[in-house]
C-alpha cells in the first residue's frame, strides 16, 4: 500500500525565516514516480508549487515560488523533501506532496503540513 | 499559464444527480483529472484521464469531456458526497506543468 507521510505536522516560522519539510514513501518503487508539491491557503484551492523526479533529480518550479524553493529527493530512504525560503505571510498554507502517475495526475497524498508565517 | 474555470459552488439534493463543470481552452487537447477534498484532509483522486476512475471510487463518480469543457458527474447523491471538487490538467510545455481548476464546493442540501 502506497504512503506518503509528511514532518513535521505544522511549523510556526516569522517572515524571512525558511522551513524544510519532508515527505516520507513508502509501498512503491520511489524513483519510478515524480514528487510535486502542492499548497493550499486557508480556505483557497489547491496551488502546484513543482516537481521532481527521484530518478533524475531534475526539477521544475512554479514561476511564483522560483528562487525561493527547492526540491530534492535521498532516495535511499524515499523521502522528498521541500525547502522554502524567505518566507512571507502569504505563504501561510497547507504544504501537500503527492505522487504523480504517469506524471500527470496524483493519486497518493501526503497528510500535509501547515506551515504559518506570522511575525 | 492557462486557466481552468469551475463554478463556485454547486447543491443537489440527496439522491439526485450533480454535475460539475470545468472550461478552458486547454482541455480540448489535454486530458482532465478529478480531485476531491473534504475539510481538514487531503485531496483524493477521483477521476484520471477525463473518464476514468481509480479502484475504490464509485461508478456513481463518471467524467466526460466535450470541447473545452470537463463534467464531472456524481449520480445518486449522498451526504457523505459533500465535498470541494478541482479540476486539473497537466501542460508539461506550459510554464507550469500543472493548473487546478479553483474548486467547486459542493452541497448536499
Known amino acids: 500500500q502506497v504512503h506518503l507521510v509528511q514532518f513535521p505536522g505544522a511549523e510556526v516560522k516569522k517572515p524571512g525565516a525558511s522551513v524544510n519539510v519532508s515527505c516520507k514513501t513508502s509501498?512503491?518503487?520511489?524513483?519510478?514516480?515524480?514528487i510535486i508539491w502542492v499548497r493550499q491557503a486557508p480556505g483557497q484551492g489547491l496551488e502546484w508549487m513543482g516537481r521532481i523526479s527521484p530518478y533524475s533529480g531534475n526539477t521544475k518550479y512554479a514561476q511564483r515560488v522560483q528562487g525561493r524553493v527547492t526540491m530534492t529527493t535521498d532516495t535511499s530512504t524515499s523521502t522528498a523533501y521541500m525547502e522554502m525560503r524567505s518566507l512571507r505571510s502569504d505563504d501561510t498554507a497547507v504544504y501537500y506532496c503527492?505522487?504523480?502517475?504517469?506524471?500527470?495526475?496524483?493519486?497518493?497524498w501526503g497528510q500535509g503540513t501547515l506551515v504559518t508565517v506570522s511575525s | 499559464s492557462y486557466v481552468l474555470t469551475q463554478p463556485p459552488s454547486e447543491s443537489v439534493a440527496p439522491g439526485k444527480t450533480a454535475r460539475i463543470t470545468c472550461g478552458g481552452n486547454?482541455?480540448?487537447?489535454?486530458?482532465v483529472h478529478w480531485y476531491q477534498q473534504k475539510p481538514g484532509q487531503a485531496p483524493l483522486l477521483i477521476m484520471y484521464y477525463n473518464s476514468d476512475r481509480p479502484t475504490g471510487i464509485p461508478e456513481r463518480f463518471s467524467g466526460s469531456k466535450s470541447g473545452n469543457t470537463a463534467t464531472l458527474t456524481i449520480s445518486r447523491v449522498e451526504a457523505g458526497d459533500e465535498a470541494d471538487y478541482y479540476c486539473q490538467v497537466w501542460d508539461p510545455s506550459s510554464d507550469q506543468d500543472v493548473v487546478f481548476g479553483g474548486g467547486t464546493k459542493l452541497t448536499v442540501l
Open positions: 509501498g512503491y518503487t520511489f524513483i519510478n514516480y515524480v
Open positions: 486547454i482541455i480540448g487537447t489535454k486530458s
Open positions: 503527492a505522487r504523480a502517475i504517469q506524471d500527470e495526475a496524483f493519486d497518493s
